[in-house]
């Protein structure tokens, strides 16, 4: 029988690759998870996770956090839980990274944000970036937003494993709570 771990210990990661470590952060998410359907509290602990996970490979990402969608403003994304500095507090659908995620539901994986059109700095030490939308159905519920200081700190296993994440973050909250 597995020794159930305290909560803390989930942002302890072995010295590992990058998609050892980011399937970790999933296992873990779904075992925080477990206990409660509300959003508030599982993108906390999603992003704490995250954060932790990431500074373990030594990524130097300075910011991770979502941005959800809500009844009364259902044209922007409204600031969620997240790690790092204070941030832009909403973003409308379409603009800026966080913004095309969500209209075009599909992940944007941008090597240099200064060379994304509309890009919004919300740290303008921030040099590349990655939104991974989440739905819950057809409809966007939010994105996960991660934010690096070097150029290119994102590929192709953030995009798989990051996705993957989403889905299970969609799944496992009550977005009628938001």
Same mark, same amino acid.
């Given at each position: ?13 072995p010295e590992?690759?990058?998609?050892e470590v ?6 873990s ?15 906390a602990?999603?992003?704490?996770l ?14 991770v ?8 403003e ?28 969500a ?5 944007q994986c941008v ?5 994304f059109?509309?890009?919004i700095a ?7 970036? *990655?939104?991974?939308?989440?739905? +819950? #159905?057809?409809?966007? &519920?939010? !994105?996960?937003? *991660?934010?690096?200081?070097?150029? +290119? #700190?994102?590929?192709? &296993?953030? !995009? ?10 969609s ?8």
């Amino acid at each position: 029988m597995q020794e159930k771990l305290h909560h803390a210990d989930y942002t302890s990661f072995p010295e590992s690759s990058k998609r050892e470590v980011l399937e970790i952060v999933n296992g873990s998410y779904e075992a925080l998870s477990a206990d409660t359907n509300y959003w508030v509290s599982n993108l906390a602990n999603a992003a704490s996770l995250i954060w932790h996970a990431y500074h373990s490979i030594g990524l130097p990402i300075n910011w991770v956090g979502f941005y959800i969608t809500t009844n009364t403003e259902s044209n922007n994304l409204v600031l969620g839980p997240f790690q790092g500095k204070v941030a832009c507090q909403s973003i409308q659908i379409g603009k800026g990274v966080c913004g095309m995620a969500a209209m075009e539901k599909r992940t944007q994986c941008v090597a240099d944000v200064n060379k994304f059109p509309g890009h919004i700095a919300c740290d303008g030490e921030t040099k590349s970036e *990655i939104v991974v939308p989440i739905l +819950n #159905g057809e409809s966007v &519920v939010g !994105v996960l937003d *991660i934010d690096c200081l070097t150029e +290119n #700190g994102f590929d192709e &296993v953030d !995009v798989e494993l990051l996705e993957a994440l989403a889905a299970l973050i969609s799944k496992s909250n009550n977005w009628s709570l938001s």
